[in-house]
């Protein structure tokens, strides 16, 4: 045999193995076990809980179902819609009031006019400023409770500064000062009721 006749020769491959058919023994074993299961009564359950307590774990969701969750969405929805009403407050909006009943007209509106009212809570009130020379809500000028931490800081100086100049003057003069200013209060007190 020459080098042609091995090339022609059909080689087996390395590495395989030829499979035996398994024996049929062990699937009849299989069969019949799964056979005598499907044969035997046994009782057939969805869950693992009695039907009692299944009941009551029931009825404990539906009454969940329809009571604490819509009143969880309307706290949720209701605290969403106050949102622009808050910022407003807090950055001290001079159309605070007007951006509050925007609020409420959005709960009426199903939330249509919401996002106006977020809008203008951001907005700098311009036409505002050069109308009132400001653009603070004017209850935002008080004690300063409410102002920021350097802000806060400013004014009680200023508070300590002014109780040092009333201990260096005189009480008597003081009491003069007041009931000069308590005469003007009351005598221009009717033109600020109008």
């Known amino acids: ?24 023994r062990r699937h ?3 069969l019949s076990l799964f056979l ?39 706290a949720l929805f209701w605290m969403v819609h106050i949102l622009p009403e808050r910022i407003a407050h807090k950055r001290h909006h001079p159309q605070f009031e007007a951006i509050r009943t925007l609020c409420l007209l959005s ?9 106006l009212a977020w809008l203008w ?33 400013k004014v009680t100086t200023l508070r300590q500064r002014i109780a040092r100049l009333e201990a260096r003057v005189p009480s008597k003069e003081l009491e003069v000062l007041r009931a000069d200013l308590d005469a003007l209060e009351a005598r221009f007190a009717p033109y600020e009721a109008r």
Do not use: C, N
């Open 121 to 153: 809570a951001y907005s700098k009130p311009v036409m505002y400023k050069m109308a009132y020379g400001t653009d603070k809500h004017p209850d935002s000028i008080g004690d300063g409770s409410d102002l920021p931490d350097e802000q806060a800081t």
């Open 36 to 74: 005598l299961a499907l044969a035997l009564p046994t009782d057939a359950r969805a869950s693992l809980l009695s039907p009692e307590t299944e009941d009551k774990l029931a009825t404990f969701l539906a009454l969940f179902v329809i009571f604490v969750v819509p009143a969880v969405l309307i």
């Open 1 to 24: 045999m020459t080098r042609l006749a091995t090339t022609m020769m059909p080689r087996k491959s390395i590495g395989t193995q030829s499979r035996r058919p398994r024996p049929v």
């Open 28 to 30: 009849a074993i299989r």
């Open 107 to 115: 709960l009426v509106f199903g939330g249509l006019l919401w996002p």
